[in-house]
């Protein structure tokens, strides 16, 4: 009976090495891989991800492998099988000796493993942990801090025109992040003598530039940037969001980290939205109510932000912020706000010699460089509001030429944007300076300011994009005014003409 057995193992052991010897001839006959080029390949190793010999799957896949005689990896599935056919098999290992032709040894197998197809799958590298993530510091020593030309300068490269808005927002901030060096600082000089923050409000039309250039003031000067919405803030208590839901946002731009975050700046949009309401007899909560919960924050207080959230709740840790070193700027349209300018300086509009006309300002473009606090109490805003912004940046209307110079002239524009695009495919993009104009003046009639550049474009741009890659031949494009008053098509140059 045990001779029986043994050789049925022994047939068994025969089987497995003919498979063996089988599978190792086809993986050597299949494979397109010379000596030469195994030796001569440069890669590190290390950057490369092991692979199971038997099944060729990853290690990303497969999980971790067991590491065989030879340099040869097993993955724990395949492993596992193979004990689940020795099992079942009952194969004797001590029977292999007298095997003839099953002579080769493990470390043999190394030349067999080099010669198989091997996935070159890199390894990907490790995600650091928030806790391990090097965070960016902000320079307070007074003599790194950018002078306010040099802010200034900067901010050219991407905006247009506002001279008087870029001037006042540099020396603000500058005069602000000194303000923090000076109070960090060990400032010899104690003269007792204590900076106050100074908090912007910015005014403009529009579509005008006032996100734009807080957004690329905060790249500038790598500081991390809140922008929040004011529409959505309601007195504590009520549906929508707190005041503190601010500064949860400016706390996950500094990645949790509340030092930076204290040295961050928040931009409150569409702050025009919590003025007081008119003829209203209920408790208005989403307006002078929230003019009133912003004052301690404006001012500087500390206050308790949840983590992660927009709500407090039991299971939201919290972090105390101290705001008095945040630089807040608030904007806002204000629509209808030239009017009751018109309305202030048309009050010596009399019979007389020094009377003024009544349509003296109805075409002014720059009438939002004559605003003054008692035009924003009559709008709406309180005085304990406004006292917390002393700071007023006023942005003019834009005009066609405006948006000429918008479409072609800063470093991110949106004419140089399409040209890149076209540039992958080889392809030039040229504009006419009449096809600009034409844009310009449908930018105007919508009256949302530079916003509508980019829908415009977008409109007669889709054809375009899409026709341009079908013909490889096309060398050049250019758009002429005729084309965009659907007048004729854009002019199409074919290459080497």
Request: hydrophobic share 35%; proline share 3%.
């Amino acid at each position: 009976m045990k001779e029986n057995r043994t050789d049925l193992n022994i047939n068994n052991i025969n089987d497995n090495e003919s498979d063996l010897s089988e599978n190792l001839d086809n993986n050597i006959d299949n494979s397109d891989i010379e000596h030469d080029e195994i030796s001569n390949n440069t890669e590190n190793e290390d950057t490369l991800e092991e692979f199971c010999c038997i099944c060729k799957r990853t290690e990303t896949k497969a999980g971790k492998m067991i590491e065989m005689p030879g340099k040869l990896k097993v993955c724990h599935s395949c492993m596992q099988r193979a004990f689940t056919t020795v099992e079942s098999s009952g194969l004797d290992l001590s029977q292999m000796k007298d095997i003839k032709g099953l002579q080769f040894q493990f470390a043999d197998l190394e030349h067999f493993n080099n010669m198989l197809n091997k996935p070159q799958v890199k390894k990907k590298k490790p995600k650091a942990n928030k806790e391990e993530k090097v965070k960016p510091e902000l320079e307070l020593d007074i003599k790194k801090i950018p002078a306010p030309h040099i802010i200034k300068g900067s901010l050219d490269e991407y905006i247009v025109g506002q001279e008087h808005a870029k001037k006042v927002i540099s020396v603000a901030v500058y005069n602000h992040y000194k303000r923090i060096a000076a109070l960090e600082g060990n400032n010899e000089d104690n003269d007792d003598v204590t900076i106050e923050k100074s908090n912007v409000l910015m005014v403009g039309p529009t579509g005008s530039g006032k996100t734009y250039m807080v957004k690329t003031l905060s790249k500038l000067l790598n500081v991390p940037l809140a922008v929040a919405d004011a529409t959505s803030l309601t007195e504590a208590g009520y549906i929508g969001d707190d005041i503190e839901s601010v500064l949860s946002k400016l706390l996950a731009a500094a990645d949790n980290d509340v030092e930076r975050a204290e040295r961050g700046i928040v931009f409150i949009d569409e702050i025009d939205k919590i003025a007081k309401k008119k003829n209203s007899n209920t408790r208005d909560v989403s307006g002078e109510s929230v003019q009133q919960e912003l004052l301690k924050m404006l001012e500087g207080t500390s206050i308790e932000v949840p983590i992660g959230s927009n709500s407090k709740n039991a299971m939201v840790p919290m972090a105390t912020i101290d705001t008095s070193q945040i630089l807040f700027i608030c904007g806002g349209a204000f629509p209808d706000l030239d009017e009751i300018i018109k309305e202030r300086l048309n009050k010596q509009a009399a019979i007389g010699f020094s009377s003024d006309l009544k349509d003296k300002y109805d075409d002014k473009k720059e009438m939002w460089k004559n605003v003054t606090i008692e035009d924003f109490r009559k709008f709406g805003m309180i005085p304990e509001f406004l006292g917390r912004l002393p700071i007023i940046v006023t942005l003019e209307g834009l005009t066609v030429e405006f948006l000429v110079k918008i479409l072609k002239e800063p470093k991110n524009a949106i004419i140089k944007q399409y040209r890149k695009l076209l540039a992958l495919d080889e392809v030039e993009l040229i504009f006419e300076d009449e096809a600009l104009e034409v844009i310009a003046n449908k930018a105007m009639k919508k009256d949302i300011g530079a916003r509508a550049l980019r829908a415009i474009i977008e409109e007669y741009m889709l054809d375009i994009m899409y026709e341009i890659p079908k013909d490889s031949n096309i060398g050049r494009v250019e758009i002429t005014k005729e084309y965009l008053e659907q007048l004729g098509g854009p002019r199409i140059v074919m290459r080497g003409m």
